[in-house]
T-cell receptor, first 111, second 118 residues
Framework: AQSVTQPDIHITVSEGASLELRCNYS??????LFWYVQSPGQGLQLLLK??????LVQGIKGFEAEFKRSQSSFNLRKPSVHWSDAAEYFC?????????FGRGTSLIVHP | DTGVSQDPRHKITKRGQNVTFRCDPI?????LYWYRQTLGQGPEFLTY????????KSRLLSDRFSAERPKGSFSTLEIQRTEQGDSAMYLC????????????????FGPGTRLTVT
C-alpha cells in the first residue's frame, strides 16, 4: 500500500525567504505524486503533479517540486515566499485514481 | 465558473442524531468523490461516483454512512446515529471521467462541511 510522510508539522519562514517542504513516499511502482494547498475556509487546490518524464515539475503560484527516486522524495520549493502563501500543504501519492494524502505541513509566514 | 459547492459549511449536532450533507459538483464533471479530513490529518478517501453509480467505497465508510448521487448531478452524504468520532471536515471533489491518470487526478475540491458532534 502507498503512504506519504510529511515530517514537518509546521514550517515558519520570513516573507521573501526561500521555502522547501519535505515529502517522502512509499509506493511499489512508479508513483504519481502531487502537492495540494489548502487555505483556511477553502478547498484543496492542486499546485503541481508528477507522472513521468522531467523530474523537476513546475506548478502554479511559482512553486516547483523535484522527484528523486533514489530518496523516495518529492519536495516542494519556492524561491521567495509571499505572505499569501501561508496555508496548509499536502503531499499525495496516487494509485487507482484515488490519492493518498500526507498529514500536511502548516506554513507560517512572518512579515 | 461556479466550482464545487457544499452545504452546509458547518453543522453542529448531538450524538445519536442523523445528518445529511450536500455536494454540487462542477456541472460537466461525471465523477464525484467524498473525503473525510480530521484535525491534523490529510483527507482520507470515503467513496466515489461515476454518474449515478457508486464505484468504490473505503473501509472507512461504516454502515452508518450512506452516499447517493441519484441523478448523476449533486450528491448527498448521510451519517446516521452520529458519534463524536465522526467530527471532521467532509470534503467533496469532482472530476471529468479520466482518459488517463493525468486527467483522473485533476480533482476540484469544494470548501468542505465541518461537522461537530457534541
Amino acid at each position: 500500500a502507498q503512504s506519504v510522510t510529511q515530517p514537518d508539522i509546521h514550517i515558519t519562514v520570513s516573507e521573501g525567504a526561500s521555502l522547501e517542504l519535505r515529502c517522502n513516499y512509499s509506493y511499489g511502482a512508479t508513483p504519481y505524486l502531487f502537492w495540494y494547498v489548502q487555505s483556511p475556509g477553502q478547498g484543496l487546490q492542486l499546485l503541481l503533479k508528477y507522472f513521468s518524464g522531467d523530474t523537476l515539475v513546475q506548478g502554479i503560484k511559482g512553486f516547483e517540486a523535484e522527484f528523486k527516486r533514489s530518496q523516495s522524495s518529492f519536495n516542494l520549493r519556492k524561491p521567495s515566499v509571499h505572505w499569501s502563501d501561508a496555508a496548509e500543504y499536502f503531499c499525495a501519492v496516487g494509485a487507482s485514481y484515488i490519492p493518498t494524502f500526507g498529514r500536511g505541513t502548516s506554513l507560517i509566514v512572518h512579515p | 465558473d461556479t466550482g464545487v459547492s457544499q452545504d452546509p459549511r458547518h453543522k453542529i449536532t448531538k450524538r445519536g442524531q442523523n445528518v445529511t450533507f450536500r455536494c454540487d459538483p462542477i456541472s460537466e464533471h461525471n465523477r464525484l468523490y467524498w473525503y473525510r479530513q480530521t484535525l491534523g490529518q490529510g483527507p482520507e478517501f470515503l467513496t466515489y461516483f461515476q454518474n449515478e453509480a457508486q464505484l468504490e467505497k473505503s473501509r472507512l465508510l461504516s454502515d452508518r454512512f450512506s452516499a447517493e448521487r441519484p441523478k448523476g448531478s449533486f450528491s448527498t452524504l448521510e451519517i446516521q446515529r452520529t458519534e463524536q468520532g465522526d467530527s471532521a471536515m467532509y470534503l467533496c471533489a469532482s472530476s471529468l471521467i479520466p482518459t488517463g491518470p493525468a486527467r483522473a487526478y485533476e480533482q476540484y475540491f469544494g470548501p468542505g462541511t465541518r461537522l461537530t458532534v457534541t
